[in-house]
């Protein structure tokens, strides 16, 4: 990493895992002056249960405490717990509510790390703010515009989630680990003696402590769930289902039907609450629509473009022709059809290794029976 030309101060976001912590140490090395903050972001009233290890648990904050002291840097804990139940939780519940598959972490990138945390760091002085996100922040000189791009271990590449930058965020936005593969950055930690150097990485939902999001649901909308009909693509009643948000795009198991062979989830009617289900190739489709649409590497946009696409986190890049419409929304066309187009998730758009921008795709057409 280069080092900074003057002592420039940045606040690092210290989950207490090794890529924050780490990004902490690359910092101050490079002659940054550093302060590190966790979010307290769990629920009023719902306490972390004892043992709880997640990024919003005391554990974590009990971590990354200690590896601050270790970098001997300041560290505080931000209360941001009424922001996050707003921004992240409400908005988690009310997606599933209207048979939508929400992504919290992007929500919580966009709502509460890099606008409010982001904006809290400006108005305490910092240059930057940073996190352990494995993606590159770039800069065009010839635009003057900066861009994002893929970290460069592609087994760790977060820039998925990191579709929704602005300009004005990536000019205060560091990226300290985009050059680095996971292999390297423990070893880093290790360099420095950060006892979370072999720490597990955390894979679930931050703010869930049950065993899946449905049992989490089902404590905390019951009286919203409703049952209702399972229907095929062309209208028949082939079952009952137990209330939509216990479904998505996709699932397989779980419904309850005998019927000789595989059928699958193929839309939710929010209308009708109504399952609807398929075979293997209804559930493919070659067209999406997202909305609320950010676009990074463009200025101006172009007529269309081609793009390669992820529909989801952790779902294969795929060929696909953009096109814009004019309220907004985007439509993107594959060249080969897509299984389990899931709406509420994320529809990111890249240009080799460089975001183009991303948006929420939208529901499918639910049959017209």
């Not at 004005?168 to 006892?195: C, D, W």
């Not at 209208?235 to 216990?246: E, F, I, K």
Request: hydrophobic share 40%.
């Amino acid at each position: 990493m280069a080092k900074a030309a003057r002592k420039e101060k940045v606040m690092v976001a210290m989950s207490g895992g090794v890529d924050s912590s780490t990004a902490a140490a690359l910092l101050k090395e490079a002659g940054y002056e550093v302060i590190g903050v966790t979010l307290d972001q769990w629920p009023e009233g719902t306490p972390p249960p004892a043992g709880e290890t997640g990024c919003c648990s005391l554990a974590a904050v009990d971590d990354a405490r200690r590896v601050a002291g270790i970098l001997d840097i300041p560290y505080y804990v931000l209360n941001f717990r009424e922001l996050f139940e707003r921004e992240v939780i409400d908005y988690f519940i009310a997606s599933y509510l209207k048979g939508e598959t929400p992504n919290p972490c992007i929500a919580c990138n966009r709502k509460v790390r890099f606008d409010a945390l982001l904006k809290k760091a400006m108005a305490l002085g910092m240059d930057y703010l940073a996190t352990g996100h494995y993606a590159r922040r770039l800069y065009d000189a010839g635009r003057d515009r900066y861009l994002l791009a893929k970290g460069l271990d592609a087994d760790k590449d977060q820039s998925y989630v990191l579709y929704s930058f602005t300009q004005e965020q990536l000019a205060h936005i560091l990226l300290p680990l985009g050059e680095y593969t996971k292999t390297e950055v423990r070893q880093i930690a290790k360099r420095y003696g950060l006892p979370v150097a072999e720490k597990a990485e955390s894979q679930d939902i931050c703010f869930i402590t049950e065993s899946d999001y449905r049992a989490y649901l089902g404590r905390k909308v019951a009286q919203a769930i409703k049952p209702g009909p399972i229907l095929d693509v062309k209208g028949r009643v082939l079952g009952r289902h137990r209330g939509l948000p216990y479904y998505t795009i996709g699932q397989r198991k779980g419904l309850g039907l005998a019927l000789g062979k595989p059928y699958f989830v193929v839309a939710l009617d929010p209308e009708r609450n109504a399952v609807i289900v398929g075979t293997k190739e209804d559930l493919e489709q070659r067209v999406l629509y997202a909305r609320d649409n950010n676009y990074i590497l463009w200025g101006e946009l172009p007529s269309q473009a081609r793009v390669t696409a992820k529909i989801r986190y952790r779902a294969p890049e795929a060929a696909a022709t953009w096109y814009p419409l004019k309220d907004g929304r985007a439509r993107l066309e594959f060249d080969e059809p897509q299984r389990a187009i899931t709406p509420g998730q994320a529809v990111v758009y890249y240009q080799g290794d460089l975001v183009v921008g991303g948006g929420t795709i939208e529901p499918t057409q639910v049959p017209d029976f």
